[in-house]
């Protein structure tokens, strides 16, 4: 009976350092868990300025650096941005300012702006010297391309708020392709013309007689200013998300705005170093071009009440121009994203 008792608590003596050592075998080393997954981010952008801001992002994407895990596609036109948000394949999207505005019309509010990523990309070139301010294109003819759009609407709103009248104390000349003028002012066949980076850097490249007469976006909050609207930024690039995106993953959203606010000051501080990034993701072809042009390009991160009344003038003046231009009617208040 004796021998019995002791082979059982010999047994369960046994089974216990099993059980525990097989507890010990499943744990990680130093007694860590199992790290929490990562949520995806689906982000799309265009080529060009509005998606160098998030270029350092990609990087650190790539690296597994990231709080998310980000899916990160680059396209060449704004349709192919517009039909990827409204199936929902994209999550967040970098895109035209006026054209957020319009998609929140358009999907019954289902986009939301959630930051200012890029403001004004214009500047007006002469070849020559004798435009120092607004008042001095009177009497003189400006070649631009963007009729319709926000480059005509600003240049308008300009013109106005310094007196002068469109088609009447300015004519302005309009061209179907930034490219295009692009090598006429650079030929020297176009004196006068409003041009967009990267554009201005290229032409400036080529033609060294051409100089910056006027910084649209400086003029923009000169104008703005005048009005009553100190504050006011040309906000031509900004960040959106789909509304249900938003509410189901706040917190995945927020984080991203964090990180986006960092790589811009990255891309801002390091421009070189950015610049062979933005060329290797395929923002810009040229990285010795990127350099030159990333300051020309106003990266920004701008949210909550600064993006709002800097967006509120922005859709103001579109609207007053053309409602179209931002989708009918002027953006509700729940377009507008807070942290």
Excluded at 28 to 45: I, N
Excluded at 174 to 187: D, I, K, N, P
Excluded at 196 to 204: A, D, Q, R, Y
Excluded at 269 to 283: F, S, T, Y
Aim: hydrophobic share 45%; glycine share 8%.
């Amino acid at each position: 009976m004796k021998r019995a008792t002791g082979f059982m608590a010999r047994l369960l003596v046994i089974i216990m350092l099993v059980t525990l050592l097989a507890g010990c075998a499943g744990q990680k080393p130093d007694d860590q868990p199992e790290p929490a997954s990562k949520e995806l981010v689906k982000v799309a952008a265009l080529k060009g300025p509005t998606g160098i801001g998030m270029v350092k992002l990609m990087e650190d994407s790539k690296a597994g650096t990231t709080a998310n895990d980000y899916d990160f596609e680059l396209l060449g036109a704004p349709d192919e941005i517009v039909a990827k948000l409204t199936s929902g394949s994209v999550d967040v999207a970098a895109v035209p300012t006026n054209l957020a505005a319009v998609l929140h019309s358009k999907t019954n509010g289902n986009i939301k702006l959630i930051a200012i990523n890029t403001l004004g990309v214009l500047y007006v070139l002469e070849n020559g010297n004798s435009v120092q301010s607004i008042a001095d294109l009177k009497g003189k003819t400006i070649s631009t391309s963007g009729q319709g759009a926000t480059p005509e609407y600003a240049l308008n709103y300009l013109l106005e708020q310094n007196g002068l009248v469109p088609g009447q104390d300015v004519t302005v000349d309009f061209l179907s392709e930034h490219a295009e003028l692009a090598t006429l002012v650079a030929t020297g066949k176009a004196d006068l013309a409003m041009l967009p980076e990267p554009f201005v850097t290229s032409v400036m490249a080529k033609n060294s007689d051409v100089r910056i007469a006027l910084d649209v976006t400086e003029e923009w909050r000169q104008a703005t200013a005048k009005a009553g609207t100190s504050g006011a930024e040309l906000t031509m690039g900004c960040l959106v998300v789909r509304k249900e995106f938003a509410e189901a993953n706040k917190e995945a959203l927020d984080t991203f705005l964090t990180e986006y606010e960092a790589s811009t000051a990255f891309v801002n501080d390091n421009v070189g170093e950015a610049a062979e990034m933005v060329a290797a993701n395929g923002i810009m072809a040229d990285a010795a071009l990127a350099e030159k042009a990333i300051p020309g390009c106003n990266i920004v991160y701008i949210d909550g009440d600064a993006m709002r009344q800097s967006a509120m003038v922005f859709y103001d003046v579109l609207f007053g121009a053309n409602p179209k231009s931002v989708g009918g009617k002027l953006p509700s208040d729940d377009f507008y994203y807070t942290k």
